[in-house]
């Protein structure tokens, strides 16, 4: 997945996420650049959205911390 197109953006932020995990792993920070950098800063997620969502996501083992 090269860049996020404008259709996608109107999806699932979850489904956004797991698709960049299932392209390697990194953590909320770089998850937040790729997301931004992808959709050529169309689609920013900020830090209050983005880390609930990941800890939905580990808490229906969705995804897995790393600490």
């Known amino acids: ?9 109107h ?4 489904t956004l996420v797991l698709a960049l995990l299932a392209e390697k792993g990194c953590h909320g920070y770089r998850l ?3 997301l931004a950098e992808r959709s050529h800063d169309y689609f920013q997620m900020g ?3 983005l880390y609930p969502l990941l800890r939905s996501m580990e808490r229906r083992r969705l995804v897995k ?3």
């Open 47 to 49: 830090y209050g959205q």
């Open 11 to 14: 999806g699932n932020a979850e």
């Open 32 to 34: 937040r650049q790729e």
């Open 65 to 67: 911390s790393d600490v």
């Open 1 to 9: 997945m090269k860049y996020l197109n404008r259709e996608m953006l």
